[in-house]
């Protein structure tokens, strides 16, 4: 038989025979009070219990909420949402298991598509070895090893020295601009060669090679410039290039400014071909026809050129390498080409070869322009290759430019130092006009008008709003005035008339009660009119010309003289004026009356009613508390107040009243027109 441990058999307890169901726990809560020595020992329970959600307990593996938590005793495995641990610890679910206090959070899990571990809160991740941080990846997804604040994708750092060692077949860095990587016009190695040809044809084992795709080309250079571009078709070098040893030159060699050791050669000799491909030095030959000038030619000199075939005309290249073409004895050596020729035109000549008709001229006239001009039907283009935003063409005007067309094809006009938004910043100080290629306008003025649109000769529409090609608005003129409106629906502002009215757009027609202000779910909100409002028609009877709205106070007078009363806080009244017809509401009621004498009046009405015939009309709602209450008023023909009168007839005075407090209680209403 069960022997209960706790005060209370009635509660069921908690029983001793190493059983515990929900029946025998009324509350759900085993609390110290149930159990006398407040202790559960192994002698009251058995060493193993399964708790699960219907209340059974068993002796065995301990096991909560079915697979909340499970100890495998057996096997000395721990299951959390499992059952079945493989492992000492075995976490079952698609959350993960997430660690951390209030500064920070880490995750680990495995949802079935990928395995995730790192900070789940906006923190970096470190991977440690000896309690020590060997690499990091902060919050902007950068790697760094050997340092804990990597500046970007990837940043190696050691104090003794940083290597990354590739050990494989062919080793390499790809660099790609797609996703994949496996489009050869979309990147680059830099490797190390182990087999013969890799990255490369003619590449052999040991090679370090450089290599990109077949069209783009590979620099070398400082930040101020490439030195060396290597391209499919060969090697640009710029600058000076030293030859210790033999240059075997494949296809051709170009060179700008080549020098031999000034002891090669001797003063008046010149460098020439031998026809074989081998440039020697030879004292220059003079004669009729002769191209070469011998007179002057000399290392580190001058080389004068005499013009083919237009006599008198000459082109000198000098020490600095500045060319003169033209009529003057030398360039001038702050240009590096200077052209200067006789008569009314200076001109450069382009064409193409062999067709005279197709040509362009950059002249510089002796009249009022220079000119840059082109024939045979064809396109100027003038193209800056350069896709940043703050380069492109720019135009100058007395030392300031004055329009500019930016890398991306906005077009500045008079403040090209601006980008289009700031075009309209309220902080901007700019002047000018900008046109973005993507459609938006922007015009930025000093004190006068930013847009001026001028339709000549006939009324009709100035501007014309569109939506994917139709017509959706219009602002146009018409006899001197403003219309602004879509199809039949418009308004036209005339200041001939002070008015505003319908207008149809397309027909140029006003519209009269045809067109709505305002609709059921689109209603203005406030009405301000300093006139009238016509309701219904356009005559004076339909109009209303004032409206109001107030409060007021009711007060009882006497004919010959006002009792003193003291009101009760509740009394009041409103009233709403429309037109020249009044509606006051009131209420009314005393705490004390004292003295007065005559017939008693209703006043205190807002505004005078006396010259009307039959003055107000009151519709009394409700009476208590009167010492004798009155039935009906009649309007007093001589003041903006109104007689009482009993049901008899007779006319009501001061004794009417209640002396007592909480008296003469009424609620009214009055109508009136003033």
Same mark, same amino acid.
Not at 5 to 11: D, H, L
Not at 126 to 132: D, E, G, I, V
Not at 361 to 375: C, P
């Given at each position: 038989m069960a022997s209960y441990?706790?005060?209370?058999?009635?509660?069921q307890g908690i029983v001793a025979d190493n059983t515990i169901t929900s029946s025998q726990i009324v509350d759900n809560t085993i609390s110290t009070s149930d159990i006398l020595d407040s202790t559960i020992t192994g002698s009251d329970l058995a060493s193993n219990i399964v708790i699960n959600t219907t209340g059974s307990i068993t002796s065995g593996a301990l096991t909560v909420d079915t697979n909340t938590l499970h100890v495998d005793s057996t096997n000395n495995r721990v299951g959390i949402g499992t059952t079945t641990p493989t492992t000492a610890l075995e976490?079952?679910?698609?959350?993960?298991?997430?660690?951390?206090?209030?500064?920070?959070?880490?995750?680990?899990?495995?949802?079935?598509?990928?395995?995730?571990?790192?900070?789940?809160?906006?923190?970096?991740?470190?991977?440690?070895?000896?309690?020590?941080?060997?690499?990091?990846?902060?919050?902007s997804g950068n790697l760094g090893i050997g340092t804990t604040s990597p500046t970007q994708k990837l940043t190696v750092y050691s104090s003794s020295s940083a290597q990354i060692h590739l050990n494989t077949v062919n080793p390499a860095i790809r660099f790609s601009s797609d996703t994949a990587g496996n489009s050869n016009s979309t990147r680059a190695f830099i490797g190390y060669a182990t087999n013969?040809?890799?990255?490369?044809?003619?590449?052999?084992?040991?090679?370090?090679?450089?290599?990109?795709?077949?069209?783009?080309?590979?620099l070398l250079g400082t930040p101020s410039g490439k030195t060396v571009e290597v391209t499919g078709s060969g090697v640009d070098i710029t600058g000076d290039v030293g030859i210790c040893n033999n240059l075997t030159v494949a296809g051709a060699l170009t060179a700008c400014g080549l020098s031999y050791p000034t002891a090669?050669?001797?003063?008046?000799?010149?460098?020439?071909?031998?026809?074989?491909?081998?440039?020697?030095?030879?004292?220059?030959?003079?004669?009729?026809?002769d191209v070469v000038d011998d007179t002057t030619p000399q290392l580190g000199g001058n080389l004068d050129l005499n013009s083919f075939d237009i006599t008198g005309t000459n082109i000198c290249i000098d020490a600095s390498g500045c060319l003169g073409i033209g009529n003057q004895a030398a360039p001038t050596s702050s240009y590096n080409i200077d052209i200067a020729a006789s008569g009314t035109h200076g001109n450069i000549r382009l064409q193409r070869a062999n067709v005279s008709s197709q040509y362009m001229?950059?002249?510089?006239?002796?009249?009022?322009?220079?000119?840059?001009?082109?024939?045979g039907d064809k396109t100027l283009r003038i193209m800056n290759r350069a896709t940043t935003q703050d380069l492109g063409i720019e135009f100058w005007t007395n030392s300031t430019c004055k329009m500019k067309i930016d890398g991306l094809g906005n077009i500045y006009l008079g403040s090209p130092q601006?980008?289009?938004?700031?075009?309209?910043?309220?902080?901007?100080?700019?002047?000018?006009?900008?046109?973005?290629?993507?459609?938006?306008?922007?015009?930025?003025?000093?004190?006068?008008?930013?847009?001026?649109?001028?339709r000549r000769t006939s009324d009709g529409d100035i501007a014309q709003f569109r939506k994917d090609g139709t017509a959706v608005g219009s602002i146009g003129a018409i006899s001197g005035t403003l219309f602004i409106g879509t199809g039949d629906t418009g308004?036209?502002?005339?200041?001939?008339?002070?008015?505003?009215?319908?207008?149809?757009?397309?027909?140029?027609? /006003?519209?009269?009660?045809?067109?709505?202000?305002?609709?059921?779910? @689109?209603? =203005?909100?406030?009405? #301000? +009119? *300093?006139?009238?409002?016509?309701?219904?028609? /356009?005559?004076?009877?339909?109009?209303?010309?004032?409206?109001?709205? @107030?409060? =007021?106070?009711?007060? #009882? +007078? *006497?004919?010959?003289?006002?009792?003193?009363?003291t009101y009760d806080s509740s009394t009041h009244g409103v009233y709403n004026k429309v037109g020249n017809v009044v509606f006051a509401r009131g209420y009314i009621k005393t705490d004390s009356v004292s003295g007065g004498a005559g017939g008693l009046k209703l006043g205190g009405f807002p505004f005078f009613?006396?010259?009307?015939?039959g003055g107000a009309t009151v519709l009394i709602q409700s009476i208590f508390s009167w010492g004798t209450a009155p039935a009906f008023t009649v309007n007093d023909p001589i003041s903006d107040m109104v007689n009482f009168y009993d049901s008899s007839g007779n006319i009501l005075t001061i004794s009417a009243l209640a002396t007592g407090s909480n008296s003469n209680e009424m609620t009214f209403l009055a109508v009136y027109q003033i």
């Open positions: 441990v706790g005060k209370t058999p009635a509660r976490i079952y679910n698609a959350s993960g298991i997430k660690t951390g206090n209030v500064s920070g959070t880490g995750i680990f899990k495995a949802d079935g598509g990928s395995t995730q571990i790192g900070s789940f809160s906006n923190h970096k991740f470190y991977l440690l070895t000896n309690n020590t941080v060997r690499a990091a990846i902060d919050t013969n040809s890799a990255f490369m044809t003619g590449s052999t084992v040991g090679d370090l090679v450089i290599s990109s795709n077949s069209t783009d080309s590979i090669d050669g001797t003063s008046g000799q010149v460098i020439q071909t031998d026809g074989a491909g081998n440039l020697t030095f030879a004292t220059a030959s003079g004669g009729g026809g001229l950059i002249g510089v006239s002796d009249g009022s322009r220079h000119d840059i001009q082109v024939y601006y980008t289009p938004n700031n075009v309209i910043n309220s902080t901007n100080t700019c002047t000018g006009m900008v046109f973005e290629c993507g459609g938006y306008i922007g015009v930025s003025t000093n004190s006068e008008c930013a847009l001026i649109l001028n308004i036209r502002f005339n200041d001939g008339g002070d008015n505003i009215f319908a207008f149809d757009t397309s027909t140029s027609l /006003t519209r009269d009660n045809a067109v709505d202000l305002g609709a059921s779910g @689109g209603r =203005w909100k406030d009405l #301000y +009119l *300093g006139g009238g409002l016509y309701v219904g028609g /356009t005559g004076s009877a339909n109009l209303l010309d004032d409206y109001e709205e @107030g409060t =007021w106070t009711p007060v #009882y +007078l *006497g004919t010959s003289s006002s009792p003193t009363i009613f006396t010259s009307q015939v």
